[in-house]
């Protein structure tokens, strides 16, 4: 009898021998196929388990939460076989997937939030305190104006010229010229016309009406109640009621006028507070450098220049800053009280 390892059995669809302890198959070609691998394609139910926990929190899982999983998937039809390399493989990709995934919707969200953002202009590149005098000179000056204009605001402004620009342009843009004290004037309309006194009727009606407004009509009361009378008369062969009318009633003494209706004014986000001696200052400044006979006027050696930087602004003023300055020292320090100039008065200005 031959030994086991050199066992060969013939069959019909080819011969089964040991080969090295593996089991191998001859096919009648005489070609050897190798035992099949284990399976790794999962099905269906099993990854639907893979994904249910994947989606719950846990895409990393350890090693005893890998064991537990395998023993759920190793007990579903055809996937007996499945193997915990296979297992890390899985969760791996899903990792890879689920970041690029992650990393193009954040994209994507980056991207249509951009498009459709509007950069609205606003105040805020502005410092707190040269808002209101911006407000000033943008009101009582010129609600439209050129850039250059603009630029000699700044330099007053000791501000930057692209944040200025951008405070006019959000101004204009929401149309509050209208606001603080220049409203626009809008034609008057039947329910904003003035009213009168009539001294014949003693009532009040609007100038252009020719009539008093009707009286409105009287309360019901018991003694006021219709009632028909008892006698008939005969009209186009008909029998009718006659209905005695009510005792006449004195005109009401008053009578209701709608209220004038205001316009609207819509506040800007932040109201101007500005300081008189300030704004006239600011107002005076203004003024000098945008009047045209004021360039002809001026001659050597004091010739006309608009100053384009804060620098140049404060050469123009040089030669009033030191008596400026001698005047508000002796202001702080109380010398001018007796003359009704307050110490506070210099550490708010």
Not at 82 to 100: D, V
Not at 122 to 143: D, G, M, Q, V, W
Not at 291 to 307: F, G, H, I, L, V
């Amino acid at each position: 009898m031959t030994s086991n390892s050199n066992l060969l059995h013939a069959t019909d669809h080819g011969s089964h021998t040991l080969v090295g302890g593996d089991l191998a198959i001859i096919s009648p070609s005489g070609s050897v196929a190798a035992k099949s691998k284990p399976r790794t394609r999962l099905t269906k139910e099993a990854a639907k388990i893979l994904n249910d926990v994947f989606e719950s929190g846990l895409r990393n899982p350890g090693m005893r939460e890998k064991q537990e999983l395998l023993e759920r998937i190793q007990a579903l039809p055809g996937t007996e076989d499945y193997q915990m390399k296979s297992l890390g493989f899985w969760f791996q990709n899903k990792r890879s997937q689920w970041k690029l995934k992650s990393t193009q919707t954040q994209q994507a969200t980056t991207s249509s939030s951009s498009s459709t953002t509007i950069i609205r202009p606003s105040p805020r590149h502005l410092k707190p305190e040269k808002i209101p005098l911006l407000h000033t000179l943008f009101y009582k000056s010129n609600t439209d104006p050129p850039q250059e204009l603009i630029d000699t605001w700044a330099v007053l402004l000791d501000a930057d010229s692209t944040a200025v620009s951008a405070w006019v342009a959000a101004e204009k843009k929401l149309s509050l010229a209208s606001f603080h004290g220049y409203p626009p004037q809008h034609p008057k309309s039947p329910s904003t016309r003035s009213i009168s006194l009539d001294p014949q009727r003693k009532i009040l009606t609007p100038k252009s009406s020719p009539e008093p407004p009707p009286l409105p009509p009287p309360p019901i009361s018991s003694s006021h109640v219709l009632r028909p009378q008892q006698h008939q008369h005969q009209e186009h062969g008909h029998s009718q009621a006659v209905i005695a009318p009510a005792a006449p009633r004195s005109p009401s003494p008053f009578v209701v006028v709608k209220e004038e209706s205001k316009p609207l004014i819509i506040p800007t986000a932040v109201p101007p507070t500005t300081d008189p001696i300030r704004s006239d200052l600011l107002l005076a400044l203004h003024h000098e450098f945008s009047d045209p006979q004021r360039q002809r006027s001026m001659t050597a050696p004091y010739p006309y220049q608009r100053p384009k930087t804060g620098k140049e602004l404060n050469v123009l003023f040089s030669s009033c800053t030191s008596p400026m300055e001698e005047f508000l020292g002796r202001v702080k320090n109380g010398s001018l009280e007796r003359f009704g100039f307050k110490r506070e008065w210099a550490q708010t200005r």
